[in-house]
């Protein structure tokens, strides 16, 4: 889960990483009155995507009139399709210099992997293209935690004058990364001001995996991805007609693939997981065919622990809601008895996943 | 023969009193699989399928000297679960379990470095060896013996794939799937040098899928191989940035995306197939 800059910048603060000062708002009257106390102000956008700076997404504001019209503005605007509801009014701090921080997960070498770079402000990725020789790169063993040597080469290679002061900051977000279960943790930029430095913007994703252990509540926003998790399935909402319900992730990719090489274009990714029942899938069934560009949806299972009897009983269930035609591929567990109780009905019954793909691109194509 | 596991395997299942470490413990043992003990904290002394079941790791190893272990331990207790095979000298821990946090895991794999356990997974199927044993979910009736190593990422992708190759004729050496998660224990180098050396095994096929770079880093190894591999690369129509279904499969800006493994695989003159059925084609071209 991403947090917003918000929340990332309030766990940096309660861990003693220096942010500036500022506060969340939701109208441009408490942009006015946080200015009037703050003197010159930025007011950021607070938006799930990146480029909210070539959005306009991002103002200085020198006094309180003009923090009130910039607030205005950003609040009525829509960034990458996201409206703007709240904005985060911060003091503005002149950087003399910009930098990058940033830690991550190294999966090929199966570790923390501490990044920094005396060019800030711009994407990591881009720094990476334009100076790679400029970023320094260390390992952290995860059993040992970060070492002062580490935390000092990195610092080093920022600014060596004020090493001991980026050392600590490195070693608090070490700190933050594992304590936050995070897979990025990321300061870009870092900015060394007048009075000190500060994490002038805050990446922060934390581990799904670990909110059994963190506090974090995922926003509430009634899309299908979270019907679909709150019932432990996964769904990825694309762009194209094609529904697809399968059981298991790579099996429902290499679905998807497939469809696009008959020629059609999939409405969803949807892993209804190994374990799939009866129950499972009539949610399945009901969460792909409520987009209403859906024209045709595909059934894929491979029954191991799931048993295909069982999914059949699932679809049928659901049967008369469903508008769009049902291609379904069954096999596996009980997949005899599975496809017998189908046969009445008016669906195809397809016994591989080509053949499958196949005819769910032609039943999309035939409806248009 | 094959690789990792064979008949005389002895093969522990930890968590065998939960509801899917009972069922696969008989499964398992249903296939030919030699279990020897089972372990669940708290439940010492009692049995499962006449399955002996012992409190600790460290107790069955000694009754039972197993050799392998299959872990279906719910995900916040699994990395404890991994550390106690570890410390138990068990060789081969096979990890079922999808959900574990990726910090347990690289504190896991540091840990993993100065021990002699192998791990595979988290979040796999597990190792099958037809005819000889099973450690982990396959289903057992997809199988066939035969000269084909198989080596993926996926779960029921890795299923569909032994059953078409089965369906025609194409039996397998050995099966392994080594998880869907970003940090896991076995890399698809490490599975390919068992391949390598296994006399049983003619050709390997390689099942990939979006995220990370396994992939590619396991192509300096295939170069060097005397025996043909065929990849399959799946999640083509995975939009960036969005995770698809498995932890791991996720990919980005930075990189990982199946068009790149697909071209990097072409380019080092590796045969890529483009769906399942493809696969089959290719290998019966080979052999």
Redesign the interface.
Known sequence: MKLYEYDAKEIFKGNSIPVPEGSLISNPGDAENIAGKLGTVVIKAQVMTGGRGKAGGIAKASNPKEAYKSAQRILGMSIKGLPVNKLLVEEYKKPDKEMYLGITIDRAAKCPLIMASPEGGIDIEEIAKTSPRKIVKIHINPLTGIHDYQARMLANSLNKNKSLMIADIIKKLYRVFIDYDCTLAEINPLADAQDGFFALDARMVIDDNAFFRQDFREEETGSLEETAKKNGMSYVGLDGDIGCIVNGAGLAMATLDLIKQYGGEPANFMDVRAGANEEQMKIALRIVSSNKKVKAIIINVFGGLTKCDEVARGIIDVIPEIKAPLVIRLAGTNENEGRALLEKYRVTLASSSEEAASAVVKLGNSDR | MGILIDKTTRVLVQGITGH?GSFQAKQMAEFGTNIVGGVTPGKGGSEVYGIAVFDSVSEAAGETNPDASVIFVP??FAADAIFEAIDSGIELIVCITE?????D???V???LESASSRLIGPNC?GITTPGESKAG???N??HRQGNIGLV?????????II??LSRNGIGQSTSVGIG?D??SGTSFVDVLEFFEKDPKTHAVVL?G??????EE?SIGFIKQMSKPVISYV??????PG????????IAS??GGT?LEKIEAFEKAGIAVA????EIVRIIKDII
């Open positions: 899917e995900p916040r959900g574990i946090p990726v910090h895991m690289m504190r794999c540091s840990y199927p979910i396959m289903p009736s997809i993926s990422r996926s779960g029921t992708l890795t299923y569909e059953d078409l869907g970003p940090v099942v899928e979006i995220g990370g770079t396994a880093d799946v999640g083509i129509s995975a939009p969005k995770t698809m279904g498995h932890a791991g499969a800006a930075g199946a483009k769906n399942p059925t």
